[in-house]
């Protein structure tokens, strides 16, 4: 089964930078999206952003823009999510998931949310002020 698992987080002052890490398992790299998502504690998850392991698009939110990097690597079924300049309010739990590249074509031809259905366990990023 398609499996997930985030590492690299930690606490970190503002400023600083870390690296996460998404190692997947159980499918197709190439035929999948992978995303980060974040969730700080009475706050909604927020997606940061996205790869293609097809093409290697990517997306980027405009909180994260500029500052965080996401990059991949096809060989090792991983994502990296570069965090530089981190300020406190990028505090939160962030979490890597999958979808089917083809699932993504359907939501945007019905005009509905991707279905990101495969996820993580999460790690914790603390950003110090």
């Known amino acids: 089964e398609v499996q997930l698992v985030e590492s690299g987080g930690g606490v970190v002052q503002a400023g600083g930078s870390l690296r996460l890490s998404c190692v997947s398992s159980?499918?197709?790299?190439?035929?999948?999206?992978i995303g980060w998502f974040r969730q700080a504690p009475g706050k909604a998850r927020e997606g940061i952003s996205s790869?293609?392991?097809?093409?290697?698009?990517?997306f980027y939110a405009d909180s994260v823009m500029g500052r965080f990097t996401i990059s991949s690597d096809g060989a090792k079924n991983t994502v990296y999510l570069q965090m530089s300049s981190l300020k406190p309010e990028d505090t939160g739990v962030y979490s890597c998931?999958?979808?089917?590249?083809?699932?993504?074509?359907?939501?945007?031809?019905?005009?509905?949310?991707?279905?990101?259905?495969?996820w993580g366990q999460g790690t914790q990023v603390t950003v110090a002020s």
């Open positions: 159980g499918f197709t790299f190439k035929d999948y999206a």
């Open positions: 998931a999958a979808v089917p590249e083809a699932n993504v074509r359907f939501a945007k031809q019905t005009r509905t949310r991707v279905p990101w259905d495969h």
């Open positions: 790869i293609s392991g097809g093409d290697g698009s990517t």
